[in-house]
Each structure stands twice: as C-alpha cells, then as structure tokens.
C-alpha cells in the first residue's frame, strides 16, 4: 500500500491477556516510530527503530512491552497481561530517515480496550 | 516530566482570521521543532517544521516562530479555514532522533 498500515484497527481484549499489534511502514523507509495516545493525552514515545535496531527503548512503559522488527520492515508491538491503563490508541510511523529530518508519515492507529 | 507542553488544550478562531498556536519547551538540546495536524480517527500528518538555526518559516498560510532564548514556538495559520479545524501537535527533537510531542491544541474555526 501507499501509507503506514496497522493491523487490527480495534482490539477488545480482556485483561491479562497479550495483544500483538502490527505495523507495515512505506516500503524504503528506514525509521520506525510506536506512540501511545491515551484519552486526553499527547503522544506518548514508546520505541525508535532504524532498520531492525532500537537505538531507544526508553519510552516502553514497562517490561510488559516490547517491540520487535524485521526485514527493515514490519514492526510487532506486544503487550502481555494487559491492563486497563494499557487502553489507548497506539500510532505506527515511518520516515525515509528520521523523523527528525524528514516528514514522518503516521498510520490510522489501533484502539485498544482492555476490560 | 513534559518536555513539550501546549497549555491551551483548545483555541476557537472566527474563519479568516489568524489562529495562533503556543507551544513551549523545556529541554535545551531540542534543535528541531515540528507541527502535526490531525483529524479525528486519523493518524497525525506533518504541516511545517523548523531547525533551531531559523527563527522563521513559512509555508503558504502557515508560518512557524521559534524563540530559543524563551523556548517558545508558535504556529499561525492566516487566513484560517475551516479545514483548519482540527487537534494541532507541536513536536520536538534533538540529536537522537527521538520526536516528543506535546499534548495537542484543538483549534476550532468558527464560520
């Protein structure tokens, strides 16, 4: 496709179950972002890839998350034992290089609900 | 600890004037700043940015200010439109390519 796509784009889950979030950025591009945005709030920084790397981790709220990506291309956010204040819309995006330099294209998101 | 505040959660401006989004910022080394727009049940889409070596950009109807000394960007938009309407992020960065976001400035456009 021609943007940022995320699958599911809702997700009811029960709590303490694990959701897998998935992200296809636009073919070439390097840089992959994760955000949370939860009701009220900014845009929470989770994870930075470049290629297949994390250079930062720091955003990741706690060691139930975690991120992987492969082939410099799809990128898996998964959440275990989900909480409620997991329940957010979580933003994919992608940049030729970074964002910083270059635009960062966002996809539509995936609306978790944990209950 | 946000690095990236917009203290006006939301803005109304009549159409054809100018809306003027504050954004302010705490931490020394961001060196680029950055505006998304977005509409509801969209992903945020990237209007303007400027690095920390300019004090001015614009773009058509959009301009962005950045005062280092005060750590302070604006955004103005003129004239405002009613696709205008929408929640606006200012966003920055430093050398680790990291982008924060502030929490977002819904500007309404009144007819």
């Known amino acids: 496709g021609a943007g940022v796509s995320q699958s599911p784009s809702n997700k009811v889950t029960e709590k303490g179950k694990d959701v897998e979030l998935r992200c296809d950025p636009i073919?070439?591009?390097?840089?992959l972002y994760w955000y949370r945005q939860r009701l009220g709030q900014g845009l929470e920084f989770l994870i930075y890839?470049?290629?297949?790397?994390?250079?930062?981790k720091s955003g990741l709220p706690s060691d139930r998350f975690s991120a992987e990506r492969t082939g410099e291309s799809v990128s898996t956010l998964t959440i275990q034992r989900t909480q409620q204040e997991d329940s957010a819309v979580y933003l994919c995006?992608?940049?030729?290089?970074?964002?910083?330099?270059?635009?960062?294209?966002f996809g539509q998101g995936t609306r978790l609900t944990v209950v | 600890d946000q690095q990236v505040k917009q203290n006006s959660p939301s803005l109304s401006v009549q159409e054809g004037r100018i809306s003027i989004l504050n954004c302010d910022y705490t931490?020394?080394?961001?060196?680029?700043f950055l505006w998304y727009k977005k509409y509801p049940a969209e992903g945020p889409t990237f209007l303007i940015s400027?690095?920390?070596?300019?004090d001015k950009n614009e773009d058509g109807r959009f301009t962005v200010f950045l005062n280092k000394s005060a750590k302070h960007l604006s955004l103005h938009i003129v004239p405002s439109q009613p696709g205008d309407s929408a929640v606006y992020f200012c966003?920055?960065?430093?050398?680790?390519?990291?982008?924060?976001f502030g929490k977002g400035t819904r500007l309404h456009i009144l007819p």
């Open positions: 931490n020394s080394m961001f060196d680029y």
């Open positions: 073919s070439g591009h390097t840089a």
């Open positions: 400027i690095s920390s070596i300019k």
């Open positions: 890839f470049q290629g297949n790397s994390a250079p930062d």
């Open positions: 966003a920055a960065s430093a050398q680790d390519d990291k982008i924060i």
């Open positions: 995006a992608s940049s030729v290089q970074g964002a910083r330099w270059t635009e960062a294209f």
